[in-house]
């Protein structure tokens, strides 16, 4: 390796650790399949935050006992377009994916449908849900909740989630229109990513114990609301119908009563809720009209003068597409702090599996 605090590891080989790995576990093949699939899809399109970065979080709630190794979901229909699946309190990538089949189901025979998510735990990236609803010919969009870790605009103390908002509509030769951001200005996994590697962060990110704005990640203690001082009503105000959608409407509590994500408590079920909503795109029209129009749009877009010197402006989604393509060819980027983490699996349940991936990582 020519650093080994900063390597390229192949996907597939990284998948077989995680499948090995998840077996020890204890996880069943549906919830070990849906876990990898997410992680190893985010990281590839470039989502670091919400990809394999996540891994060593599972795992030790997996081990502590929050997560139910072996759930039996089940799915109960309560009207003709709206569902609701109880996860069992197994992992949320899981119950994701089987809500993203069952809602594309659904609006395929309504045009429309809507499927909420209960008793679930945390689900990475919502845009890899959407993205799986998009190749049923329908948009999607999907929402989650988490603990409080964001000062609702004008305040300083966490009560909102970080609540991200993700939308995705199919496009032609296997390509998605896909937004998927976090209604704070930045995911808390970043301050920790800051911490690990001992960067400073930006802007109006976060604040301290006093409210202070501040770029120190180590005395980060909240996140601010998408939109900074001036404009984090925005932000906020996204983030409160999120958590509206995926609390008080499923049933769930709201963020600010949940169990938070990072601990101490790895032992009881934190019970979150997420939201997928899919509309079949020739419910209003043909699916001829849709792509003609929606080209017309991208093609639109792409004419457009970016204010940057030799670059060009990209659709939401696009740069994720490239990146995927790089990834695959090259390896998925593991830091310092990346490899530590997955060298503490390998201890905790005592294989050397890692330390192999690492050994033949070409220098």
Sequence with gaps: MKNSHNVKVNHQSISHYLHYTNKILGLNNKSSEYLTKSLIGSSLRG???????????????????????????????????????????????????????????????????????????????????????????????????????????????????????????????????????????????????????????????VVDKKGRMTKNPFTADSLYPLGGISYGHKGFGLSSSIEILCGPLTGMLHGFRLLPMNGPDFKTYRKLGHILIAIKIDVFQSKTQYYRKINNYINDLKKQKSNIKKKQIYFPGELEIIEEKKRINNGIPFDKEMINAYKLIDKKLKIDRFKTILKSVSK
């Design 47 to 205: 989502v670091d935050s919400h990809g394999l970065r996540l891994y060593p979080h599972y795992v030790s709630a997996i081990i502590g006992g929050r997560i139910n190794k072996k759930p039996k979901m089940k799915f109960k229909m309560k009207t003709t377009s709206a569902c609701i699946l109880d996860a069992n309190n197994g992992l949320g990538h899981h119950a994701s994916y089987l809500a993203a089949d069952k809602v594309s189901k659904i609006a395929s025979k309504t045009g429309i449908g809507i499927v909420g998510i209960i008793n679930s735990s945390h689900n990475a990236a919502a845009g890899a849900y959407n993205i799986e609803i998009a190749k049923n010919n329908c948009i999607g969009l999907s929402f989650t909740h988490s603990d409080a870790m964001v000062s609702p605009h004008g305040g300083y103390k966490k009560f909102n989630g970080t609540n991200p908002y993700s939308f995705c509509a199919p496009l032609k030769n296997d390509k998605y229109f896909l937004v998927d951001f976090a209604t704070s200005n930045i995911p808390w996994n970043k301050v920790l990513r800051a911490r690990g590697n001992n960067w400073k962060l930006s802007g109006e990110l």
